[in-house]
């Protein structure tokens, strides 16, 4: 009786594990709709810090505050919560930093998230500010080029480079700025607030405020099921 009761639990238990998402999830909402983003596990102190200010909600009500067409969209400044139209932005932090996590398989293709930071030595990241990459389509040229250039002759493994000759992104940041996830739904949200006007800083005319959230298991769960589809 005792061995049957102990494999109903270990059939329980690993079925509870495989049930259990292996990833965590956020969700960015704005007035221009909302991405959903994994984050990376190859990447844990970003990804135990992003967590920790959605608990927080340290970023609701913080702007886009920075946005580049072909480029990205950058937010997360704690100073853009009260900001007057037309400050200029991006100096506002939370008093701590992150060490830079470098990974070589992840990437700036279109659609990672990815810290900001200051120039600093370490390239530690900002506490807070982060960006989502747009980028653009590359040809082979431009991406030896990119090589030669501001990655110091670094190259840019092959299925990488097939990616930025498909989907896109901004190769020059790679190694030098922390990616730890990336948009499994909503990218288009990114290509509409990259497409609104902007003043000289950067900064769009027109006020984006976010939400960020963190999903729970259950919406975690709805998300993967919709995604499967």
Sequence with gaps: MKKAILLLFTVFSLQAMASKPKNTYVKISSTYGEVFIKLYNETPKHRDNFMKLA?????????????????????????????????????????????????????????????ARDNNPEKAS??????????????????????????AGRKIPTEQREIYKTLG????LDQSYTVYGEVVKGLEMVDKITALAVDGNNRPKEDVKMQVTLLKKGETRKLLKGLSK
């Design 126 to 151: 900002s506490g807070c500010q982060f960006y989502i990459v747009q980028g653009k389509v590359y040809t082979d040229a431009e991406l030896d080029a990119v090589e030669n250039g501001r990655l």
């Design 169 to 172: 992104g901004t190769p020059f």
């Design 55 to 115: 608990k927080e909600g340290s970023l609701n009500g913080t702007l886009f505050h920075r946005v580049i067409k072909n480029f990205m969209i950058q937010g997360g400044d704690p100073n853009s919560k009260t900001a007057k139209a037309g400050e200029q932005l991006g100096n506002g932090d939370l008093g701590y930093t992150v060490p830079a996590e470098f990974v070589p398989n992840l990437f700036h293709k279109k659609g990672v998230l990815a810290a």
